[in-house]
């Protein structure tokens, strides 16, 4: 393992969460005002492949939208920070797992727990859409799990500021899976590829598996031109029917065919149950399963993470 420092800035190093080729993600503690934090590095010297950004500024960009958004279900960010070489983010610490880390252990989700889990998401992606800010990489390694249930959006590394463009146009941006058309396209989007990716959560969270698989090359051509197959279409799955008309609207392949918002996708979620949500349901269901799952080191979900998309254990947003 390399060299650690003491300190970034002001924080106090006192473990290693996560490490990888280019950066760590440390806890740290804040002398100032006593609390732990999570301190997502990135040392400077590394840029961005094809976009022509340096590290530094994926970071301020990323310090600049998270930090400007105030809600429970994302992941607060205090500070961005410079120390010798290295960029720093400081930034809320959580204890939890992230939804990766369910899945990879074959949690399956229930009808029961599948609203609640999409409708936090959305309920963020709201708060988020609404302060001109699209996260542009939704997927299971970026949704943690606190140990109470709540869900929490992490990662806005390469989040769009509606005001303050920092990426370059006709740039891939995403992770493949989780895509919508004009992302693989490079073309112009917006808030809804949020939403076309919290559509392949949900179909992964009732089916299984993303709606499409493949090399980068086939998912591309898949996501451009074919259409998925439903849940209510996969024998034996017996999901609830409701949600093929709510899949076939998010995963639909012209933005304009989408939910235009995240609350208009909470709306229809909410009306395909016909009931309020039993929150407490869901909430049970993830902590007792939590107990069920062998423990492992917490690692982060940002860029210092040593374990990608089956990350165990999260402690951190970003």
Request: net charge neutral; charged share 25%; with cysteine.
């Amino acid at each position: 393992m390399s060299q650690h420092p003491e300190r970034l800035g002001k924080y106090r190093i006192t473990d290693v969460l996560g490490e990888g080729a280019m950066g760590v993600v440390y806890k740290g503690f804040d002398p100032d005002i006593r609390r732990t934090v999570a301190l997502k590095t990135i040392r400077r010297q590394f840029g961005v492949p094809g976009e022509g950004v340096s590290a530094a500024a994926r970071f301020r960009n990323e310090a600049q939208a998270a930090g400007r958004l105030q809600h429970p279900g994302i992941v607060a960010v205090y500070e961005f920070g410079e120390h010798e070489d290295i960029a720093y983010i400081a930034m809320e610490y959580v204890e939890g797992h992230t939804l990766a880390y369910y899945l990879a252990n074959k949690l399956r989700f229930t009808d029961e727990d599948i609203p609640g889990v999409i409708c936090q998401v959305l309920d963020a992606l709201e708060h988020a859409h609404e302060q001109g800010v699209w996260h542009r990489d939704i997927k299971p390694a970026n949704i943690i799990m606190a140990k109470n249930g709540k869900l929490k959006v992490a990662d806005f590394g390469i989040a769009r500021i509606e005001d303050a463009g920092l990426t370059q146009a006709h740039v891939m941006i995403g992770t493949p899976s989780y895509m919508a058309p004009e992302q693989f396209l490079g073309s112009k989007m917006d808030r809804r590829v949020d939403l076309y990716a919290v559509g392949v959560l949900l179909y992964l969270l009732l089916v299984g598996r993303p709606p499409f698989t493949g090399s980068q090359e086939q998912l591309m051509y898949k996501v451009v031109h074919e259409q998925p197959v439903l849940p209510g279409q996969i024998e034996g799955l017996n999901r609830p029917r409701f949600y093929d008309a709510i899949l076939a609207r998010a995963l639909a392949k012209d933005p304009a065919q989408r939910f235009a918002t995240a609350a208009a996708f909470k709306e229809a979620l909410e009306k395909g149950v016909g009931e309020p949500f039993d929150t407490t349901v869901w909430e049970r269901t993830l902590i007792g399963v939590a107990d069920k799952i062998p423990p492992a080191r917490p690692v982060s979900t940002g860029t210092g993470s040593r374990s990608g998309t089956h990350a165990p254990p999260t402690n951190t947003g970003s």
